[in-house]
């Protein structure tokens, strides 16, 4: 079964509205997880580490003020879209390595956002 | 750094014909790599990994990768391909269990009747 769950999986807002999307470790804990973003048709992009008691890593290009994330716990991770814009809509993807398993890494479902 | 090249974003083979797809790699510490099938509008399964023990690797559905070194290689074949083998296809590498993965812009597999 699923070991890295996402909610929502689909979600719609309207520009310049907010949208948390969250990313669960459902039987291990996970100190890191990670945020792909994937547009259409492309491949999957690191947008940052989160890091539990910690404050994210960015990669470079991604704004850490409209991408929040939180890692309060060490089983959840949130990620969210500060007034989103079309242009944000993407399927955003989260994995978490585990430990007791040579630290494979366990990805979401992902949640598909669409931004009107 | 690491990065990935999948050649040919395209691959179309007939229904029991061997398939074959090319990763190549690029690593300064020995890597970790991955071979994942995503079907769409969903998310990523792991088809096999690569980290560090046997050079052919065995996966699920039937695929199987070989790490050469030499090469810096980790192709993905399968020996008969099958309607439902029809998805995109990521490689990935990373430097350790605990770092983020790089992946190939992915190769989209249609197999033919």
């Known amino acids: 079964g699923a070991v890295v769950s996402q909610h929502p999986s689909r979600v719609i807002c309207k520009s310049g509205t907010s949208v948390k999307i969250e990313c669960r470790s459902l039987?291990?804990?996970?100190?890191?997880m990670f945020w792909y973003r994937q547009f259409p048709k492309q491949s999957l992009m690191l947008m940052a580490t989160s890091n539990e008691g910690s404050k994210a890593t960015y990669e470079q290009g991604v704004e850490k003020d409209k991408f929040l994330i939180n890692h309060a716990s060490l089983t959840l991770s949130t990620l969210t879209v500060t007034s989103a814009h079309p242009e944000d809509s993407s399927f955003y993807i989260c994995?978490?390595?585990?430990?007791?398993?040579?630290?494979?890494?366990?990805f979401g479902p992902g949640t598909r956002l669409t931004v009107t | 750094a690491q990065s990935v090249t999948q050649l040919g974003s395209h691959v179309s083979v007939s229904e029991g014909a061997l398939v074959l797809l090319r990763c190549n790699y690029s690593?300064?510490?020995?890597?970790?790599l991955f071979w994942y099938v995503q079907y769409p509008n969903q998310g990523l399964q792991l088809l096999l990994k690569?980290?560090?023990?046997?050079?052919l690797v065995k996966g699920i559905n039937g695929f199987e990768a070989e790490f050469k070194k030499s090469e810096t290689s980790f192709h993905l074949t399968k020996p008969s391909a099958h309607m439902s083998d029809a998805a995109e296809y990521f490689c990935a590498v990373t430097a350790s269990g605990n770092t983020p993965l790089v992946f190939g812009k992915g190769t989209r597999l249609s197999v033919i009747a």
């Open positions: 690593s300064s510490v020995p890597p970790y």
């Open positions: 994995s978490a390595p585990r430990s007791d398993s040579d630290y494979e890494q366990y």
């Open positions: 039987d291990f804990q996970a100190t890191t």
């Open positions: 690569y980290t560090s023990a046997a050079t």
